[in-house]
């Protein structure tokens, strides 16, 4: 386990550099940003990626499920001097009837059950002119089962152990000597898991199109967490169909709801 899962504070700090240097001109290519714009994220843990949004003058609010992040991210707004709200709830329980110019789900897909129903509820929070900005790791890439959560240091270091057979998998994780609430999760994960094609074949369904896709190589998150500076897939590995998910560290979507759903 990295000191970052345990230190929140080092993770909000560099989720917030990680969104501003990164996060908000992707999103600035096909929406101009403004102060006075609403941004939702959901899923936003301690609201690191928030921050420089809010630093900007629009409207930042956040939603997460666990109570422990939304008091962190709280806490640490104040710190900073920033304005957001931040609302501890499943945002499938929450009734929303403002629309977002800009809706963040960043690494949040791969932990969702029910995607063809997250992306319709983007779709109708999404201001019309909107953008909602998605990502995920892919399913098959050395870490896409996420265990870098792990304590083990052997474990947690350990690329593509994810896709072993799941009970091969479950015994070296108990192996390892993770705990119970690790284990539900890394297995949990497996069970929600994403990659570029299924995450594509919901987003039509849902009244949204999407308006650019970019697959990394390497993470532009890591350029704050290790050093290494962003590289995406090349176009012709981004459009060969299932070796991209072994490869692609990060999917980049930006999505805009399609013509018709907006009539």
């Known amino acids: 386990m990295q000191d970052r899962h345990i230190n929140r504070s080092r993770y909000f700090d560099e989720l917030a ?81 403002e629309k977002f110019s ?19 509820l983007v779709s109708s929070l999404l201001a019309e002119d909107g953008v909602a900005f998605l990502s995920f790791p892919a399913w098959q890439m050395p870490f896409g089962g996420h265990q870098q959560i792990c304590r083990n240091r052997f474990l947690s270091r350990l690329p593509f152990v994810h896709l072993l057979p799941p009970a091969l998998y479950k015994g070296i994780i108990k192996w390892a000597g993770e705990s119970d609430d690790c284990l539900r999760e890394l297995l949990s994960i497996r069970e929600t898991r994403t990659t570029v094609e299924s995450f594509e074949r919901l987003v039509g369904p849902s009244g949204l199109t999407i308006a650019d896709r970019s697959l990394f190589l390497v993470n532009p998150h890591y350029k704050v967490k290790f050093g290494l500076p962003p590289c995406r897939l090349p176009r012709w590995l981004s459009a060969l169909p299932y070796l991209r998910n072994f490869l692609s560290s990060s999917c980049w979507y930006q999505l805009q709801k399609r013509p018709s759903a907006t009539s």
């Open 102 to 120: 800009i809706i963040i789900c960043h690494d949040v897909v791969e932990h969702v059950a029910d995607k063809a129903r997250l992306l319709s």
């Open 17 to 97: 550099e990680t969104s501003r240097r990164y996060f908000m001109p992707y999103v600035s290519r096909r929406h101009a940003i403004g102060a006075g714009q609403k941004v939702l994220e959901i899923g936003c843990g301690e609201g690191g990626n928030l921050l420089p949004f809010a630093r900007a003058g629009l409207e930042v609010t956040g939603i997460d499920i666990a109570h422990v992040r939304i008091r962190q991210a709280r806490e640490f707004f104040a710190k900073e001097q920033a304005e957001g709200k931040f609302v501890c709830q499943d945002i499938f329980r929450l009734l929303l009837r």
